[in-house]
C-alpha cells in the first residue's frame, strides 16, 4: 500500500554540480529563492496566498515515504506540494545571491 | 434559533429571529485564514449557543452562535465565516465569505461588525487578508491570536503601533487558554452600543488583485509595529522527524489507522451493549406497563426496534468523531493526508480523500461531510460518491446474522483467524475493492479533470483541547439524534402500519395479507433470482432507511418476539427460509446496495441537488443485483460443493 523507497530523498544529487533550476530540484534543506510560478493562474495565486512569493526563500523539509509530496518551508509556514507541482516553481539563478539565503 | 437549521429543505430561512426584547440582533461575523483558531475563539465565544447550518444553495458550512454580552442588553449573533486566505471569489468558501461580508447574502443581514482572527506566529503573511478586510470600511478587531505561542517562542508585537498602523483596534489573545478573550467582549460591547469609530489606516491599502502587493504591504505594517517572528516551532520539528520519518512515519501510521479501526469496533462494543440493554429493558418495561393493544405494539414493535436499534450506533460514531476530532486538532491529520496522498493518486484521488474514507468505516454521513476540506469539485464528488461502498458499522448486524446463520466455524489460519471472521474481513475488503475501482472508472470518465495540485499547509503540532473536544462530541451527538427521532422513526411507524392494515372483522391481517406482505409478494418475482423471497422482499424495502432496519423487520416477520435478544431463533428461521446461494447473495447485495435514506440525503445536500444521489442509487443498486444474482447462480450451481 505504501511505497516505502528512499532512494529519491533528494533530487538534486543526480545532477551533482549543476545549478537547480526548479523547487523540485533543491535539495533537502538548502535554500532557493523563487523567481515565479510556471503554473495555471488560479494554481499560482493559491500558491501566492500560500507564501510561495517571488523573492521569497524556500526551503526544502521532509517528505512522504517515497519522496513526495514534500513539505516546504516558505514564508513562516510548511506546505506540502507534489513533485509534478513542485517542478514548475521556477528558482532564481544562485548569482542572485541564492547560497547565502537564509531560511526565515 | 429555528431548531431547522440542518435540515435541508428550509436552509434558506438562517436569518437570525428578532431577539426577545425587540431590538434587532447585532451581527458579528469572525473571518481569518484556516489555522488561525477561529474556530476554537467562536466556541469560546458562544459556548453550547451555536448551530451548524449550510449557507444556502452552496455547500459551505456555515455556524452560528450567541454571544452573551456582560455588560449589555442587546443579542450578539456570531457568524463563523470560512477559513480562507482572500477574498478573490475562486472557492466556494471564498465566495460565501465575501458574499456574507458585503451583505449580499441570501437571508443573513450584512454584519454590524468583523473580528479578523490572525495567527500571530506567522503575522507577515496572516496580515495579508487584512487588506481586504479593512477596505469593507465595517467596525473590526483584529485578533492576534496564539500569544502565548508567539511569547514563548521570542517573538513580539506592538499592538498600539499595529492598531495605528492599520486604523483598527488590536487585540493580542490565546483562544485556547482565554486570555485577552475580554478585550473581544469589550469591542463587541463598544460596537453593539454605537460608540466604536472608525479610523482610518495610516497605511494606504494596497491593490486587493495584487498579491505580491499585499503581501509587501503587510511586511511594512507588521515591521512598523516592531514585529518579530517568533523561532521555529521546536516541537512541531522534533515529532515531525518522527510522524514524517521514511521508515517509522509509515508505520506509525497504520498503527493509527488500525487503532481506529480497532476502538470503533471493540472499544465501542461495551458501551453499545450497555445502551442495547437499555433500550430492550425500556422496551421490556413498556411493553409490561401499557395495556396491551395498538399503543403498545407500537411502542415495542416499532419504536424499540425500529429506532432502539439505530440509537445503538451512537458510541460508536461518537468515539470516531473523538478520534477524527484528536487528529484533527493535534495537526496529525495533515500529516496522513500527506503520508497516503501516493497512494490515493493511484486511484485517481488525492491525499484529501484519505480522511473521509477512513471515517466511512464507521458511517457514510460524516464521512461525506468531511470531503468538505477538498477543494478540487470533482475528487470532492468522487470520493462522496464512493464512501457509500466503504464498509459502515450499519452492515454490521446483517452480516454477523447471515454469517452466524451459513457459515459453519472452521479454523481458516490456525486459532487466528476463523472462517466466520475471513467471511466479515472479505466482506470488508469487497468493499473498499469496489471503492477504489470506482473511483478510478469516475475519474477516468465523467469526472475526469487535470490532476489537482496538492497543496496542503501542515499547521504546527497542538494540544487538543477537551473544550473544543467535548463540543464536538455534543454537536455530533444532537445531529445524530436528530436524524434517529425523524427519519427512522418516520420508517418504523409506516412499516408497522403496513403490517397491521388493513384489518379483517377488527383484527390486523396475517402478515402476507397485510400491506407489506402485499408489497412484498409484488418485488418477489425480481429478486427470486437472487434467492430472496417475499419476506426478504419486505426486509429490502424497509432497509432502504437503513440498512439495520432489515434485521428488525425479518424480526417482526418472523414473528420472533424479539429479533435482537434471540437472535439464535432469526438465524434458525432464517436458515429454513432461504437457501446457501441467497444467503451469500444478500450478503453481496448489502455490500454494494445503496440501502440508507440518510446518506442519500446527505449527498443531496451536499453535492447541491437530486442528480449525483439519482446516479450513486443507481449505480450502487444496480451493482449489487448483479453481483447477488451471479453469486446465488454460482453458489445454487454447487461449484464450491
Redesign the interface.
Known sequence: ????S?NR?SHGTRHSGSVPTTLAQLPKGEAGVLERLD?PE??A???????F???HVVVP??????G??R?Y?V????????R??ASRIILKPPSKGVGKARE? | MSDCHSCASCSVAVAPPPSINGTKPHVVAIIGPPNSGKSTLFNRLTGLRQKVANFPGVTVEQRLGRARMPHLDREVILIDLPGV??L?P?SEDEQVTRDVLQGTMTGLPKPDAVLLILDC??L??HL?LAAPILSLKLPTLVILNMADDLKSRGGQVNTAELASELGAPVALVSATKGDGVEKVFQFMEGTAGGTTSLAPPRVELPVLQD??RC?QWAHQVGSGAGYQ?PA?PAWTRRL??IF?H??A??II??VVVAGVFQTIFRGAKPLMDGLQAFIEHSSAWLGSVLPDGILRSFLVEGVGHGVGSVVVFLPQILLLFLFIGILEDSGYL?RAA??A???M?KFGLQ?KSFIPLLSAYACAVPAIMATRTIESKRDRTATILIAPLMTCSARLPVYTLIIAAFIKERPLLGPLLGTQAGALLGLYALGFLAAIVTARLLKSSVLKSE?T??????PPYRMPTLRSLSLRLVDRSKVFLRRAGTVILAVSLVLWIMLHLPYHDGKAPEIENSFAGMVGHTVEPVIKPLGFNWKIGIGLISSLAAREVIVGTLGTIYGVEDADANSSGLQQRLQSEITPGGAFALLIFFAFAMQCMSTMAVVRRETGGWKWPAVQFTYMTFLAYLCALITNQVVRSGIFT
Open positions: 500500500m505504501l511505497q516505502m528512499v530523498e503554473l488560479d494554481i495565486r493559491r500558491l501566492m496566498e500560500l507564501g512569493l517571488p523573492g523539509a521532509r517528505s512522504a515515504p517515497g513526495e509530496p513539505v518551508r514564508d513562516g509556514s510548511e506546505v506540502a506540494l507534489r509534478e507541482t526565515l | 486566505y482572500s478573490n475562486r506566529t506567522n507577515g503573511r495579508v498579491i505580491p503581501r517572528a521555529p515531525d522527524a514524517l521514511p521508515v512515519g509509515p501510521f497504520l495533515a500527506l503520508i496522498d501516493r497512494t493518486a491525499g490532476r495540485p496538492f497543496m496542503l499547509e501542515m
